[in-house]
């Protein structure tokens, strides 16, 4: 694995028996001796921390000094009303191409004087040549790359944190603070990628690993590989970049118009004004051909990326196709999410996915397939 | 008990045998989830796929040792693939068969000889 990049956990990771994978460019965890299915119990009962450096950290600094002129200058590049997002506030967000499609999705974090951004590991540097080239006139694109990133999830989470950085249990989900910690200062969000309640935490390089360590002190704490990581954001309903959302996949089609606030809708206060905009409104307007779906095999046969999905038991071309599959070790039973024709994208229809040559009977169902525990 | 290199064990018993995959093979798949199993009195050829295994990570199949007929499979399997992760090795056998001719078994490793293949 020559080529590829570590984060500041790596010695840890070996230590702690992690087998190591390539992931967006990096040697990266997939699972520890406990494997995926007890990782994944694990999050949800206690509390598992997830090492996320390989992710994009970056500030956005407006030249005026005005942190609303960072915001509105993000603004031409998603559908989002930034404007709008409070100091010590985040909010999900995507990056638009032209054709309406999405280049990556991340956390967009307000800041007394920056915004703060979190992107995907496989996108981020295109992601930073994407907002350097469209925002330079207005603000610094300033990418952190001296700060490692971990993720603290699960109902434990928030005694494990308060005991290092006392103060972050009083935040609420989707709140950012910074911190001071005996592992210097810390940029805290209460947030996540698995559905339950917990905290992603900025932390110098020099601290990363001793914070890791401290927290995998705690009781209840336990490290989380890639491959639990998955479950658990799929049992979450939450879209994986690249597979699930893509540059061929509108807003619309991907069911995140929740992400899209009404001001940057039609007849909003600042409605379009991000790439794509007229396809994403019309698409709006007259409803996509396809929709993404959660999808429950009726069998225990998972469905995984990739399985078509038929209308009827026999005969008939695709109406879709399965882009995430696994097993859910909480709700004990296979889960998928893909797209399917708008026409047969209502709850509770019952779909064919071909596996291994059989169709085999799948219900439309609602997302997310465990209900999320975050703390509002 | 035999083995083969496709990571299955085979376990004499009066005229049949009980074919299952070995500890190692199952540590490799990972927690399995899903394990579907043929019908019994089916005629496989040795290298058909019999069973298929889904594991948090991955479908693999697994294929007739040798020549036979399916006799019986493990139906506990179907309700708790779990365990093939926890007695692979014992509870978790896969099925039963008639070998067409019982002499297979004497081309198959021995527990040392497995021992060295996975080293």
Known sequence: MADLRRTGLYDLHLELGAKMVPFAGYEMPVQYPAGVMKEHLHCRAAAGLFDVGHMGQVILRPLSGDVADAALALERLVPMDLLALKEGRQRYAFFTNDAGGLLDDLMVARWDDHLFVVVNAACKAADIAHMEAALSDAVAVEPVTDRGLLALQGPGAEAALEALAPGVAAMRFMDVASFGSAFGTLWVSRSGYTGEDGFEISVEEAHTEPLARALLEREGAAPIGLGARDSLRLEAGLCLYGSDIDATTTPVEAALLWAMQKARRAGGARAGGYPGADVILSQLETGPARLRVGLLPEGRAPMRAGTEVFAEESGGAAIGHVTSGAYGPSIEAPMSMGYVAAAHAGIGTRLYGEVRGRRMPVLVAEMPFRPATYKR | ?119
């Open chain 2, 1 to 119: 008990m035999k083995f083969t290199e496709e990571h299955e064990w085979l376990r004499p018993e009066d005229d049949i045998v009980v074919v299952g995959i070995t500890e190692y093979a199952a540590e490799q798949l990972g927690d399995v989830v899903f394990v579907e199993l043929p019908e019994p009195g089916t005629t496989v050829t040795k290298d058909e796929e019999v069973v298929v295994i889904e594991s948090v990570k991955a479908a693999s199949d697994i294929a007739a040792p040798a020549d036979g007929e399916i006799t019986e499979v493990n139906e506990a399997l179907a309700d708790n693939p779990g365990m093939v992760n926890e007695d692979a090795q014992g509870d978790a056998w896969f099925f039963k068969m008639k070998l067409s001719d019982a002499s297979d078994l004497d081309d198959m490793m021995d527990e040392a000889a497995y021992k060295k293949f996975i080293a």
